[in-house]
């Protein structure tokens, strides 16, 4: 782990991937929530080598990742509902979409050319250190290709990348597991894009209650059907394997050969950070199906959830 290298290989290594960004080239970068793959947010050319290397379509655009509120306030007009929740929740897992400000720091196509932008200061030590030593915005999807699951581990990061990046910092298993929370302060009230560690809970106890869920399953332009997938199909809510499945299992249950238990003492915060991992695990045996035990939908619950159904086909 980067945090037990202690600070001066931390910071070389920070150094070093900024240098590679300065030169127009993808960093994979750790944060608390799953790996990213970076890129200087202001150089087009990077960021277009970026969406190739995910293959990803470019119409989905980029979180911009920032020291802080500073940053932040340049790269976005943060209205005080944004500062309010910026203030509660970063560094941390929360991305705000609001629109974007005049300094031209994040480039178009990173935006896929609205004229708004999302925006989120991580806390994981090593992306901060990254996020100093470059002095800019960096924009960042999660590392997988466009359509599988976001990695959680290093290892898992660089096999999704492939040769892609020219620079590599290690920061361990990540702690949350999910991807970030999306919510836009545009016109209107706030809306939850895309659930995530802060909570809907957490959100409306800062700026008060969120729109209705089903107005926005279309507002963000990367939540298409099957997102997050393995190769294996999925079946949800199940109380058991049938014969050839992979089991993902929450709470207390038999183990075996291909049961993979989320969290045995049911606990929400240790699935999330398990979920992608043992998503690829289960994969990786290539069962007939991977089936999955019911969660509940309560707090991280209801990331959880969205992440599982949209693996398994079932939002639009
Ligand atoms: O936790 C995270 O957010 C990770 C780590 C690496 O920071 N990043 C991540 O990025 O999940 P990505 O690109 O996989 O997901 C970004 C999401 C997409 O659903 C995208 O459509 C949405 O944010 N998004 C970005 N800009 C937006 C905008 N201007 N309006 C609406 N949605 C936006
Ligand atoms: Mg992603």
Redesign the pocket.
Known sequence: MADSEGPNRQTSAASRAADALAGGGLVI?P?E????LAADAANAAAVARLYLAKRRPAF????A?VTGLALAARVARLDARAIGLAEAFWPG?L?I?APVGEDGLVCDLA??G?D???V?S?RHPAALALLEAFGGPIV????NRSGRP?PTTFADAVAETGNAAQAAIDGGRCEIGL??T?V?LLDGPPRL??P?AVTREALEAVIGPLAAAHLDAK?????ATRHYAPDASLRLAARASKRGEAFLAFGPSAPGPMVFNLSPSADLAEAAANLFSFLRAADALAPVAIAVAEIPRTGLGEAINDRLERAAGHVG
């Open positions: 970068m944060t929530t799953v790996y990213g989905n655009p980029l979180i990742h897992p991305t979409v935006r896929a609205l708004t932008v999302a989120r991580p960042a999807p999660s590392a976001s991807e970030s999306v836009a894009l895309r995530g507002r963000s332009p990367g939540r």
